[in-house]
C-alpha cells in the first residue's frame, strides 16, 4: 500500500536549521509530483513546497520562500525539505504528500 513516512522533526531555536526527509513506498514515486505541507492547530494545512517528477521544477509558499528548500532522490524513493533561518512561525507538524496521499507527520517546534 501507499505509505509515505516523514522523519527529522523536533526542537530548534529560532534561527536554527533542520532536515525533514520523506521516505515513499508503494507508488510510481519517479512519477508523482512531491508536496510539503504544514498545519498548526486550529488552521487548515498549508502546502508550502511542490517538487516536479525529475526535480527540475520548484514551488514555494512566499512564507518560506528564501528559507526552505525541497530535494527529491528519486533512486532512493525519498524527499527532503532543508529549513533554514526558522522562526517561531514554522512551529508546525509537517507532511509530505504525493499520489494523493499524505504521511502521518513530522513535529517542529521552534522555541527559544
Known amino acids: 500500500q501507499v505509505q509515505l513516512v516523514e522523519s527529522g522533526g523536533g526542537l530548534v531555536q529560532p534561527g536554527g536549521s533542520l532536515t525533514l526527509s520523506c521516505a515513499a513506498s508503494?507508488?510510481?514515486?519517479?512519477?508523482?509530483?512531491i508536496t510539503w505541507y504544514r498545519r498548526v492547530p486550529g488552521k487548515e494545512r498549508e502546502p508550502i513546497a511542490v517538487?516536479?517528477?525529475?526535480?527540475?521544477?520548484?514551488n514555494y509558499a512566499d512564507s518560506v520562500k528564501g528559507r526552505f528548500t525541497i530535494s527529491r532522490d528519486n533512486a532512493k524513493n525519498m524527499a527532503y525539505l532543508r529549513m533554514t533561518n526558522l522562526k517561531l512561525d514554522d512551529t508546525a507538524v509537517y507532511y509530505c504528500?504525493?499520489?494523493?496521499?499524505w504521511g502521518q507527520g513530522t513535529q517542529v517546534t521552534v522555541s527559544s
Open positions: 508503494g507508488f510510481t514515486f519517479s512519477s508523482s509530483a
Open positions: 517538487i516536479s517528477t525529475t526535480g527540475a521544477v520548484t
Open positions: 504528500g504525493g499520489a494523493g496521499f
